[in-house]
């Protein structure tokens, strides 16, 4: 079986924190069977994605092989991780792989995609396996900040794989399974080809700390408190959600979840049986009866989210619940790169209300649930890899990592999205770049990043937006004069006439010493005044507009 | 006299930290006289300016009372203080006092307007001072980011005012000088009735640091690295410049600055007399002849400015020099919130290109201009202000000063922008609450944020637009069907036939059951059509856009 191959193929997840697919694949070169390691999804904005809802990798390649593709593993149930299964699956049509937790959150997006569930398959924890063509996958328990989440050992003919999915190694993480040296280094034994793995603190110097080093401070500060105590963290971060309430109730408070994904991670915790026991919480109407000393809210919004319950209060009364003067709003969180607008928005509209804002205090009310470096060298050490496969980061996460894995004495290797690597040789070999891209999920619709639909959003958006009307007789001569409609542009300029009539008389004046061999070529005249209108527009208003050109012709 | 009044008005910068402008007034109510504390701009974002060039307050207030302006003064040439001054001077017409660097920075804005630069008045340090209606204006040196920066010393018939601008407490400031103990508390011997205070660092709790730190970090880090070094800062920054400069040289390199601004601000420091000595630099063309290894640039664009020479170098080459593998760029500054992505993008492509980049390292290669909670503490207790008025913040800053300030024993005033106080009393009191805004600079066009203008880009960027014409024939009747054209919207929706085409089809059905009253009814017929659009547009691609609707009626 010489001409057998074990390949490596991100589809996204390296490359950016988020929007996680990871292809491996095993056989001769172009019969390849495959497993794809999770199916996230990364969150758009403004500035290069307005107006979409959602976005996921491009999953093209391997729809189109969909026929060679043997399962599909779930490491844990965070968004960047689980959250397109219920958008791609049918392009995909493989058997679904996750433990109860996250199946649990997986059923919930194909039921809402009408998918059948029973492609769903709930594994047990390594040391079982799921085969899936010539891969064995475990999932082995590792701590993250989400409950259950699992690295992948993936054994192949070529040898053993450990893709860490999410993880830090935490001892006691408060819910669910402390990271067990034993069981990894039982797993390591057997010799590790190629370790895949997390990178998104590679740059955090000092030593991760464990998830219940925060609740004795939250608690101090919570039984500090005289007003209404609000708190904000991930909704899937249950083991915080836990610390908080049982903060809340110790501080003799009454203790209310807000917000939808709230509620419905901490159900999911208790069906699939990860969380036995959760502080009894009462309703947002129940919560409104008492007094505000008394009560703690923990809500939905860590990042600012425009919809959710944080930024609802901020906005003012919620489900009949309103911040005052005194009262206290705590960040249980790090702000995610990209969202310090949003969450400062929050914390002004706070203030202005007379609330005091806590953040998370320099790690005080707050721990990361990603590897340090230094526990991203003891993973290396415990693992004793050929090969280190840096994922989960932006390229310089990852560039880092590999950086670290080399000066660590082992072969690092830098494959960002689209690069298809081969581990089965005795070094790792890029055998082929794919090309990758990003779907977006637009109301309805899924379009592709480059489809110039959103640039166009931006141009307008950027630039203004001009529509230009005219009408064609049966002549073939234009019928009135042209008509121009402005939006997101100035109304006057520097002349100080309306811009919409300064354009049109230029555009009247072009038309008039137009010659028919332009007026004719629907072309020509569309580019024509297109030129026209941008022209005078900058000469009126400094600013060339998008311009839309409709020519009616009678004739 | 006791009709006379002390008022201080806030028209930008408590609120943000940006687009400083403080009016201060003394006189009978309604009769005051005035002078303004800076007129600085804030910059836009895409997520609530998208094409907006650049952001100043709306002066409206006092442009309205224009005739009882005595004098603008500025305290330093941050854009954040000084960018506005040729956009809005005209309206103003007021003299402008400033320190001789800030003027030379205030003269090119003034000239970019074609504006008279015979109103900008040099002036001396204090204690000579600026008389300007009912004030005595005293320019004191202090220490900040930027050479020659001011607090004003204002003295009034009802008492002085300090107004610290910007300022850390530095000793050794490299470029500048330092900051005075002794003729900080000769100005507070006769009493300060009110500290109007920089808040920007007011939740950093730990001692500031003084700018002669960074230096021998730089410096060490610099010569222990092979490849070209590429440093970026503020360009304002000159002590930071010169600091990168000789860091440059003692390793051995030549230096090149690169970008406008970079070359500007040395200039005007050389010119006006702050900076006497500079290290050589060569042009970006010899640059290109020198090797790497022996080559230090500096490059403005720190915040991942798109145009500044920074990004230009992250794109790929730049006035004939471009970074490869083993090159190094040092980011001696901090991100400003909001700017995260595009610093992080730079950051990213860098890697991509196998430069390593170094960030502040944790303040190792940056430290703040501006105070400390600890230094804020000592200004308070240097000054003995009878009120501590804070200022440069956002909301949740000016709110935490004020509740330093009360927790220190003296009288915290919170004064967001439009709150007009009157600090001649015993006790702060607000008299009133003027309308303040923000105005847009659009292309040449100065538009008002609440025009509508930019609302409708962000609502053609979320929500792709439409545009639908109709032509109406001399006898009221619909001529032909309607026309639909898409722009930033999904060609194909649920039916997968052309979105265009399955609304024109549902708008011909709509005209004909249409009555004629809202055919012969121009908003009627519009509202009609747009509503339908609408509701079309969302059943195929779950989207309502934006729709612009023409008509053109024939008779």
């Not at 074990?6 to 070169?29: F, H, K, Q, R, T």
């Not at 993936?154 to 993880?167: C, E, K, S, Y």
């Not at 298809?420 to 379009?447: F, H």
């Not at 024509?528 to 009678?554: F, H, M, Y």
Request: charged residues 25%; hydrophobic residues 40%.
């Amino acid at each position: 079986m010489s001409n057998d191959r074990l390949i490596y193929l991100p589809l996204g997840g390296a490359g950016e924190i988020g929007m996680n697919c990871y292809l491996y694949g095993y056989g001769p070169e172009g019969q390849e069977r495959f497993i794809i390691v999770d199916l996230g999804v990364t969150f758009p904005n403004m500035d290069t994605t307005p107006g979409v809802d959602l976005i996921f990798p491009d999953i093209s390649w391997i729809a189109e092989r969909a026929d060679r593709l043997d399962g599909i593993f779930i490491t844990h149930a965070h968004e960047d991780h689980v959250g397109a299964v219920g958008h791609v699956w049918n392009r995909l049509r493989a058997p679904v792989h996750a433990r109860p937790f996250t199946a649990n959150i997986a059923t919930r997006k194909m039921e809402e995609h009408g998918l059948d569930t029973s492609v769903l398959h709930i594994a047990k924890p390594w040391p079982e396996t799921v085969q899936a063509g010539p891969f064995s996958v475990g999932f082995l328990p590792v701590s993250h900040s989400i409950p259950e989440s699992s690295a992948l050992v993936i054994d192949t003919p070529a040898g053993r794989i450990v893709h860490t999915g999410d993880f830090k190694i935490d001892t006691a993480p408060v819910v669910g399974e402390p990271f067990d040296h034993a069981q990894w280094s039982e797993v390591a034994k057997p010799g590790v080809r190629a370790l895949v793995c997390d990178s998104t603190n590679v740059f955090s110097g000092h030593p991760g700390r464990s998830e219940s080093t925060v609740g004795p401070e939250i608690s101090k500060l919570v039984s500090s408190l005289d007003g209404m105590v609000v708190a904000t963290t991930f909704a899937s971060n249950v083991a915080r959600v836990k610390t908080l309430a049982e903060a809340g109730i110790s501080a003799g408070r009454s203790v209310c979840l807000l917000g939808r994904a709230m509620r419905r991670m901490v159900e999911a915790s208790v069906q699939s049986g990860v969380l036995s026991e959760f502080p009894a919480t009462i309703s947002p109407e129940d919560a409104r009866e008492v007094p505000r000393e008394s009560l703690m809210l923990i809500a939905t919004g860590s990042q600012g989210e425009r919809r959710a319950a944080s930024a609802q209060l901020s906005r003012g009364k919620h489900l009949g619940l309103k911040l005052n003067d005194g009262d206290t709003f705590l960040f249980s969180s790090k702000t995610i790169p990209g969202n310090e607008r949003d969450v400062i928005n929050i914390m002004n509209a706070f203030s202005e209300m007379g609330v005091d804002v806590v953040d998370d205090n320099e790690g005080r009310y707050h721990v990361s649930g990603h590897a340090n470096r230094p526990d991203l060298e003891a993973m290396h050490e415990m693992m004793q890899p050929q090969f280190v496969v840096p994922m989960h980061g932006e390229h310089r996460h990852l560039r880092e990592h590999v950086k670290l894995a080399d000066s660590l004495g082992r072969t690092g290797v830098l494959a960002p999205n689209g690069t298809c690597v081969s581990l089965s040789g005795n070094e790792p070999k890029v055998v082929d770049y794919v090309e990758t891209g990003r779907t977006y999920l637009d109301g309805a619709v899924q379009i592709g990043a480059m489809d110039g639909i959103v640039r166009d959003r931006i141009r307008m958006a950027v630039n203004g937006h001009m529509v230009v009307t005219l009408i064609i007789d049966e002549d073939d001569a234009p019928l009135g004069e042209p008509w121009v409609e402005v939006i997101g542009l100035p109304e006057k300029g520097r002349s100080n006439a309306a811009l919409a009539e300064v354009v049109e008389a230029d555009l009247a004046q072009l038309l008039q010493r137009m010659d028919d061999k332009t007026l004719l070529d629907d072309d020509k005249l569309d580019d024509a005044l297109k030129r026209q209108a941008r022209q005078s527009a900058n000469d009126e208003i400094g600013r060339k507009p998008e311009v839309t050109v409709v020519v009616s012709r009678l004739s």
